[in-house]
């Protein structure tokens, strides 16, 4: 492995992870109704499917701690605090 291979890796990590987080994130906006079924193109509410996204995300939290870059914690903890918001408007 070359040098400039090594040092590209742990940015296509970080890059991996962030978008691991926003494709969960994108899914529970959609099961809130936040953004359109891609199939069906109208919104849909499933709050089970959206809070277990939630509590998948809330697990990624809690196991990852301390190995998290800044902008990936950051990602991370906004995604979630957006996400709550939503939940729990959507409930009412």
Do not use: C, W, Y
Not at 63 to 82: A, C, F, I, Q, V
Request: glycine share 6%; net charge negative; hydrophobic share 35%.
């Amino acid at each position: 492995m070359s040098d400039s291979n090594a040092q590209s890796a742990p940015s296509q990590t970080m890059t991996n992870f962030q978008s691991f987080i926003l494709s969960l994130g994108s899914s529970a906006m959609i099961h809130l109704g936040g953004i359109p079924d891609p199939e069906t193109k109208s919104p849909m509410v499933n709050l089970p499917l959206a809070q277990a996204t939630i509590e998948t995300l809330e697990m990624l939290l809690e196991k990852t701690e301390g190995n998290r870059t800044p902008e990936e914690d950051k990602t991370l903890r906004g995604m979630l605090s957006e996400l709550r918001m939503r939940f729990v408007a959507a409930k009412k």
